[in-house]
Structures are given as structure tokens and as C-alpha cells.
């Protein structure tokens, strides 16, 4: 109890019970006006008072501090007295109780944040930034100048008008833009004037589509301005000319056997028809000749507008889900059927594949001697839908993976991407991405929805192709080409026993797919190290460098 001692004893001495720390924390005067008892009520004083408080500016005024002072109860989250007035010893912060006041606030604040935190680690999981992270490009860009001498005879070779190369090319789509490619190297070899090729009418998918209805042509024209001349079609003075044509060009020419076997030939009659390029050209070429090859393929190749503007709008809405996956999907009949393999959704298919195989045995590409079991185990078939799941969940794509799969219609239907789209719901095409009437223009065009498909592919953050092929082995080089964006190459030949091992813990399994596809995820590859192998899959060294100066790139 804090007593006064200050006053006469005939005066009336006042207690109040008041809290030691609050004693502490007051100054004398303060003290004393505390304990001193009120005076006797002075009339004059109580009228002033009575009149003060009758004016309307103190009621505004009080009602204004009442409000502010319920406001910062609620924002303080203060625990009001359910019977109302509080003692004084109670009513009565200390420090140490404001203290922790404030450090419950802040504990519920950061317990609720943290929750937070674990709750989107719960979903996205530790491997969620794992898997969307690119890989090292090692500095790598693109580097395609050439030679002295390839620019001192690019003026003679442009400036000719004597003989024209006509190329008749065929396949898909991806099919074609090799031959393309290689088109424009013979031409070049020759010193000849490049016809813009002829796309000959697919058989299997009846698309007469031509050269300027998919690729963009005046672009292709100006990007090969200064390597070879391109017209689009034969001038008048060599119509009636009959060409030289040649059917079967033999693997792996070279440009000496070229100029061997074409040149006198192109000079005396003016004008050479080929037909049948693919993959005919050899792959290790002088470099100059490589670095023409990789000019054509990643920069003089542009999709038409209206294919490239409708490609970009599908990319575009993958890309405002989020970061997506594109997947190329090649479980179609015929490409069963072709490889030899078989889908493995039920016998009842499995037989229909054999069926077709067994009427039209030209369809299988070659090893016909091996066995399904055998070509599987070799890793040479398709990863059907299951095995497509059990990969990307070994490498740790999330379950909320935005999806993007190209490709036609598989086998069997939607029942056949079943065990995807249990694990990965979010799964388009795109039919699913288009606006109603948007793909009408491209109906029946199959490689109008194979340029789509490239595109979308080409902008995704990660690629994995199910199987290898053409549009696989274009997109490998493409996106090295453009930085080494991510590329799933699957392991099929080492992983499938891990596959067809049911006792393997998940955990393990896990394990041992990602230690098999450390270096199968689009890091740079020197193609000095793969005798044979396409330039244009392979890039680094002949049209990528990752020297410091800047005069070595185009």
C-alpha cells in the first residue's frame, strides 16, 4: 500500500490500492495528485462545468475518442471483461504484460504463415523446382559465321541463273523440313538456283498442302539471300528443258560424289529433279556446309503467319496456367505397327496390331528378325501411357503438372491415356486449347496440326518425346539452339528392367530413374562425340560456341 505522509493530520488522508510496478513508473507529482483527495464540490466551478459539457463539439468530440478507442481494441485483439469495469489493479498494463500481448500476435501470425508455407511445400513438393530447372547451356549460342572462302564464292553462286535443282519432297511434316534442309546444302554444293521445293501429296493423310502454305516463304528467301539463290519456279528459258532426274539418291553422300555424279549433268541439261532425299545427304559434312545446314533448320525455316500466329495463341494459354510439359505421344496404329511393338492395352488390340503387320509387312521399318519382347528390351518401342506416368513421377513432375501432348489420336482412344490423366488431370491438346471454329481452317491438314503441335512443343519449359523420330530429333536441336531448354531424353533401353521389376521399392525405383536420366535432360552435347549424328540435333560445336567474343555469332 503506497501511503502519503506530506499533509497535516488535520486533514483526511485518502488510500487507493495501485499496482508497485505503476508506483515505479510515476513521477512525485504525479504520485501526489493521485493520493490527494478531491476537494469540496465549488459551485461556480461545477456550473462552468455543467455548461462546458452541454456544447455539441465535446460530444462529437468524446464519441470520436470512444470509436477510435473501440477501433484499437479490435485491432489489438484485446480480451474485454465480460462483467464490464475492471478493477484498477487489473485495468492496468504493466510492460511485461504488453509484452506479451504483442508476442502471442506475433507467434499466431507466424504459426499461420509457416502453415502456409508447409502447406505448399506439402503440394508442390521438394522435387516441384527440381524438375522445372534448366539445364546448365555452358554459355552456348548460337555461331554460324562463315569462312572467307564460303563468302567470296556466295557472290558468284547467288548471282547464277544458268542451272535450277528441283526437289520433290515427302513424308510428314518434320519428314519434309529435313529434306528441305538438305535441299538447300546440295543446291549449294552444285552453285545451283534452288526451285522451292515441291511437297509431294501424302498418301496416308491425303495433305496437298504446299511450300508456301506452311512455311513462310518470303522469309526463307531473305534469311538464304547470301548463300543461295531461290526462285519459285523455273524460269521461262528452262521449262521445256527436260531434267536429269534422279531417283534414289544412294546414304550417306558426299559432296564429292554430288558434284561427281550431278555436276556434268546439271551444266548440260540445266536442270536437276531429285527425289527421294531423306536422310540421303551424309551427316558429317565440311563445316561450313554445317552451319548452312543449322542456318536453314533453326532460322530460314519460319512457319507461315497464320500457322505461327495460332501456334503462339495455344502456347500462350498453356503458359497462363503456368509452367507446362509437352509431350510427344506416339502411341497412333500405324506407329505400332511400324515399330513392331504393340500397345498393351488388351489382347484385343494387341492382335488388331498384328493383324495389319502381318497384311503389310512393308510397314515395319526394319529388324524384322527381333521378337516385341526383344525390341522392347532394346528399348526400340513407344512408352505406352503407364510407362510414360511411372517416368515423370520418378523424375519428380508435380501432380499439378500443366500438360501439353502432341501427336494424333492414340490407339484406343482416350482409354489408352487413362494411367495418365489419373496421376496428371491437367492434360491438353490442342483441340481442348482452341476456341470454337479455330482449327477449322487447318482441318484435314495434317501437317497444319503438325506445325501447331511443333510450336506449342517448342515454347514449353520441359519436352519429352515418348518415342524417337522426326519432330522429336527437330525439337532436340531447336531447343539447344535457343539456350539448351529442357529436354527428357527417356532411357528406355536401361530403364524398362526397373519397369518390370514389381518388388523394387518406390523410393529406390525413384532413385535409380533419375541417376539414369542425369544426363538426358537437354545439357549441352558435343556432337564430336556421336560420329554420324545429325548437326541439326546436335548443334554444339559446329553452330554453337561459347567463346567470349561476341564477333563469332551471326
Known sequence: MAKSNTFKPSKRQSYISVPSQIITSLSSSSLQSLLLSPKKNNSNRLLLLLLWCRKPRVWLLGLFFFALFGMFKLALDFDVDP???LPLSSSLATESQSQDLLSSWHSKSLLAFVSNKEDASSVNGSGY??????PDGMGYRPCVQFSKEYRRDSAAIVKGRRNYLLVVVSGGMNQQRNQIVDAVVIARILGAALVVPILQVNVIWGDESEFADIFDLAHFKKVLADDVHIVSSLPSTHIMTRPVEEKRTPLHASPQWIRARYLKRINREGVLLLRGLDSRLSKDLPSDLQKLRCKVAFQALRFAPSILQLGNKLAERMRNKGPYLALHLRMEKDVWVRTGCLPGLSREYDEMVNDERKQRPELLTGRSHMSYYQRKLAGLCPLNALEVTRLLKALGAPKNTQIYWAGGQPLGGKEALLPLTREFPHLYN??????????????????????????????????MPSHGGNMGHALQGHRAYAGHKKYITPNKRHMLPYFLNSSLPEAEFNRIIKQLHRESLGQ???????????????PVPACMCNDPDPRSSL
Open 129 to 134: 523446382y527440381e524438375f522445372w530447372t534448366q
Open 83 to 85: 462483467g464490464g469495469i
Open 524 to 538: 549441352p552435347e558435343l556432337r564430336t562425340n556421336k560420329a554420324g549424328k545429325d548437326v541439326t540435333k546436335y
Open 430 to 463: 490442342k483441340e481442348d486449347l482452341s476456341l470454337p471454329g479455330e482449327l477449322e481452317p487447318f482441318a484435314k491438314r495434317a501437317s497444319f496440326m503438325a506445325a501447331i503441335d511443333y510450336i506449342v512443343s517448342e515454347k514449353s519449359d520441359v519436352f
